[in-house]
């Protein structure tokens, strides 16, 4: 899945959100799970990938130009599908503090905090990092900043259900776009919003983004994992694309069990970042 469809999917989980908030939908069994361990699978190949480039640096050995084409998609992914991150977070906190309950947001706010740390190393390699041309790290700011404003803009939509200011990259800026928003929630008004935010969300990023995505499996799961948690309708009245909605279906343990594996044969120990929850499973 490509990291564009991860924005799609950050656009509907904001303007759907509120709907899954104010639900009486349970969670699915595993859902949780599987978000927590793809994205965690994904995180350790990035800061992997981040390594071997820093390596390479320090032993004089890295081939600039080929070594840093490699990298940029990477860079990107980790600054577009943040988000999605900051978005399903933000989703998370409101469902559980309508039913004061701890069902998604522990998960949530853990991938939430570590995603931060690796948008900080990529910012670094951004400044710092061989064979980043000015036109490069130019290109790349205007990237990261067209990315903040969105999901400053994404996140109004959640704004009246929780506290939006700790997930957003200026509070005041999703503040205002909040004020903004018409209060009307009627299907139709629903669903214009929707048409309308995803136009534009894929022109702003229609050839800003490279066309391959380095984690395409695991972005395929995490986005299965995310629409596990909406029921049937908001697919049938919004018009979801249809991978999307295939890979909803194929959301099943046996996916979870191989990205565990994955996890095992890192150098870290699993039982140092599983959380509590899951440990004994």
């Not at 957003?168 to 928003?181: I, M, T, Y």
């Amino acid at each position: 899945m490509h990291t564009r469809e991860l924005l799609e999917l950050a656009a509907l989980v904001a303007v759907q959100g509120p709907t899954l908030i104010e639900s009486d939908w349970p969670v699915p069994a595993g859902s949780s799970t599987q978000y927590w361990t793809a994205s965690r699978c994904r995180l350790d190949r990035w800061s992997r990938a981040l390594r071997r480039y820093g390596a390479a640096t320090t032993a004089g050995e890295l081939e600039t130009a080929r070594n840093w084409t490699r990298l940029r998609p990477l860079l990107e992914e980790i600054l577009a599908s943040e988000i999605l991150t900051r978005l399903w977070t933000a989703v998370s906190a409101a469902y559980d503090q309508r039913r004061d309950a701890a069902e998604l947001e522990p998960i949530a706010r853990s991938i939430f905090v570590s995603h931060l740390d690796a948008r900080n190393r990529a910012l670094h390699v951004m400044v710092y990092g061989p064979g980043c041309d000015m036109a490069e790290a130019v290109a790349l700011n205007r990237l990261r900043r067209r990315i903040e404003r969105w999901c400053d803009m994404l996140l109004a939509h959640i704004a009246p259900h929780t506290d939006i200011s700790e997930f957003a990259f200026d509070p005041e800026r999703a503040r205002q776009f909040a004020d903004d928003l018409a209060c009307d929630r009627s299907p139709s008004a629903i669903e214009l919003t929707w048409q309308l935010v995803l136009a534009t969300l894929r022109a702003a990023f229609q050839t800003s983004l490279a066309d391959r995505s380095p984690n395409a499996d695991l972005n395929q799961r995490i986005a299965s994992s995310v629409l596990a948690l909406f029921n049937n309708d908001v697919f049938d009245s919004l018009g979801l694309p249809k991978s999307l909605w295939l890979e909803r279906l194929s959301h099943t343990a046996t996916d979870t069990q191989g990205l565990l594996d994955e996890l095992f044969a890192l150098d870290a120990p699993l039982s140092n970042r599983l959380p509590e929850r899951y440990r004994s499973q």
